[in-house]
T-cell receptor
């Protein structure tokens, strides 16, 4: 398996535009997590899914953020409209069970100007 | 609620030992983890310890767990420049998800 795959690796967009980040978890993993990493706040859990169902989205900053997992092999994190303060590295991770080792993707570095 | 705390920075000289500390709040955690993040990369599992253990050693790495004080530490012996990275502790087990600390940035200088 190639591991958790995220795309794009880098995204630069203008304020107000819609941004969609994509993630392909490791095949067979049942849990998927979206994290955001910034220098000021460290690593923050935004939302996680178990068996494609959102379990806890309390970390999603506000209504501009939404995440979907239409099937076991794909998830998206959407920001609409984007703002400069959304600039961060966004990580997707998956695990076999919800509380076992999480495998991380390479991250998407988002810059909103 | 669940919380994991770490200091943000640690600077050590090459060849010395590094000790990265972490405190957590969820006493029901079954496993505690240390992850390493190298520049420009995602997090990778470095080592973990089961909650009924006090210590685990793996080559240059030693993990110490004090359940009474809810304190976890990672000791890296003979620290090398290649050890420079951000180190995250995380707890999991009886919670619904892994809870990560904010990470400790280890800088190794010659």
């Amino acid at each position: 398996d190639a591991g958790v795959i995220q795309s794009p690796r880098h995204e630069v967009t203008e304020m107000g535009q819609e941004v969609t980040l994509r993630c392909k978890p490791i095949s067979g993993h049942n849990s998927l997590f979206w994290y955001r990493q910034t220098m000021m706040r460290g690593l923050e859990l935004l939302i996680y899914f178990n068996n494609n169902v959102p379990i806890d989205d309390s970390g999603m900053p506000e209504d501009r953020f939404s995440a979907k997992m239409p099937n076991a092999s794909f998830s998206t994190l959407k920001i609409q409209p984007s703002e400069p303060r959304d600039s961060a590295v966004y990580f997707c991770a998956s695990s076999l069970l919800k509380d076992t080792e999480a495998f991380f993707g390479q991250g998407t570095r988002l810059t909103v100007v | 609620g669940e919380d994991v705390e770490q200091s943000l920075f640690l600077s050590v000289r090459e060849g010395d030992s590094s000790v990265i500390n972490c405190t957590y709040t969820d006493s029901s955690s079954t496993y505690l983890y240390w992850y390493k993040q190298e520049p420009g990369a995602g997090l990778q599992l470095l080592t973990y310890i089961f909650s009924n253990m006090d210590m685990k050693q793996d080559q240059r790495l030693t993990v110490l767990l004090n359940k009474k004080d809810k304190h976890l530490s990672l000791r890296i012996a003979d620290t090398q420049t290649g050890d420079s990275a951000i180190y995250f502790c995380a707890e999991g087990g009886n919670t619904d998800k892994l809870i990560f600390g904010t990470g400790t940035r280890l800088q190794v200088f010659p």
